[in-house]
């Protein structure tokens, strides 16, 4: 009996930490090509070895070897993550000091304890419904929208923030893992999502309904709008508007804002430019009935908005953080509040459509119901 595929997976990812020893310990695989080369080779391997697992499979879904590689990824953020706190050691200096240095930031810290045990989860478990024949359809888009997440902030930042002038070659590997995302996310998108049998009736009755006789989706429109509104005013904050009320938001509460590792500013930008028109959206599809499209971007910009405040606010306490850009004490709590409730409402949104998905199927065509059939 072959041993599964999540755990072949599971069981590479694991060679991950023995990997970065062995480099940190051999002194010839410490300059900056043999560490990108080096990385080429390890995730090669990797592939090469998927391919022979799976040979037996008679059909392989290719996002199969993305999810089994970014597994083994995981487990080097972990590993950076456990470093850079202090609860190990001897693994990632070599890399911090000639591979990527913006990796001992707190946002990089955070990004990498967010990869090293959510998405690992995530992994392991499509791989293991994936192969059982079940549906992963929402897990994989929860992934989708949290790595996009990631990539776009970590690249961007480090590029415009103070680490920019200190790129190393090691730093382009993040290409493949910047771009896979977004083809996953196309093919994810393109794939139909299996809906449950509801009959005519109850769609069309639930279809009917006003948005003040639904009261989850009214709470939900006046939270998503309390969102754009507050996602709106820090965009005006980063981008250093001269308001008194910009001013003394940044100063008195987020001073995080405008650490110059340049990762704050970045995500707020991306919310200002890409959450803010898809909350607007949303809001649209909670008034509209029949917005079947609703099922697949909320679950993907939930997995966006956690993934980005998770790193947000640890890193605006973790002590990697300059004293002086951290959250005051006494405005922790109003602060913390408000960044949870950011990721807390995409995530109660995205299980709202799940659950009770018939406000948003494809409305019923005349005639289909019991009603309109019994008239004519």
């Not at 998770?310 to 953080?321: K, L, P, Q």
Request: include cysteine; charge should be positive; proline fraction near 7%.
């Amino acid at each position: 009996m072959r041993p599964p595929a999540e755990l072949w997976v599971l069981l590479l990812s694991l060679l991950a930490p023995g990997v970065l020893y062995v480099m940190n310990s051999v002194t010839v695989l410490q300059e900056p090509l043999p560490i990108l080369g080096m990385g080429m080779v390890v995730l090669g391997s990797l592939l090469l070895i998927l391919l022979l697992v799976v040979q037996h499979e008679i059909k392989v879904d290719p996002l199969f070897y993305v999810f089994a590689e970014f597994a083994f990824t995981c487990m080097v953020g972990l590993t950076n993550a456990l470093e850079q706190d202090g609860y190990i050691s001897g693994f990632m200096a070599f890399y911090l000091r000639m591979g990527e240095p913006h990796l001992s930031s707190a946002y990089a810290v955070m990004m990498s304890y967010w990869e090293g045990i959510v998405h690992f989860i995530l992994f392991i478990t499509i791989i293991h419904r994936m192969f059982k024949g079940k549906s992963y359809h929402s897990l994989a888009l929860l992934w989708a929208g949290s790595s996009i997440s990631h990539q776009l902030v970590h690249i961007v930042g480090v590029l415009i923030g103070k680490y920019g002038s200190n790129i190393r070659p090691a730093f382009w590997r993040n290409t493949p893992f910047f771009l896979v995302p977004f083809w996953a996310s196309s093919v994810l998108f393109s794939r139909p999502r299996d809906m449950p049998i509801l009959t005519a009736d109850k769609i069309v009755a639930e279809q009917k309904k006003s948005l003040l006789s639904r009261p989850v989706d009214l709470v939900l429109s006046l939270l998503l709008l309390g969102a754009v509104a507050f996602t709106v005013f820090r965009g005006f904050v980063v981008l250093d508007c001269p308001f008194n009320a910009c001013f003394n938001y940044i100063y008195q509460y987020e001073p995080y804002l405008k650490d110059p590792a340049g990762f704050p500013k970045v995500m707020m930008l991306m919310y200002l430019f890409y959450a803010v028109p898809l909350m607007v959206v949303f809001i649209y599809g909670l008034m509209t009935p029949g917005c079947s499209w609703m099922l697949d971007w909320t679950i993907f910009f939930a997995g966006a908005m956690a993934q980005a405040q998770w790193c947000h606010i640890g890193a605006s306490v973790h002590s990697r953080t300059p004293f002086t850009y951290r959250v005051p004490t006494d405005k922790w709590w109003p602060v913390i509040a408000l960044n949870v409730l950011l990721a807390v409402v995409p995530s109660v949104l995205a299980l709202r459509c799940i659950t009770s998905p018939a406000y948003f199927m494809k409305p019923v065509p005349k005639g289909q119901t019991s009603t309109d059939k019994k008239k004519q």
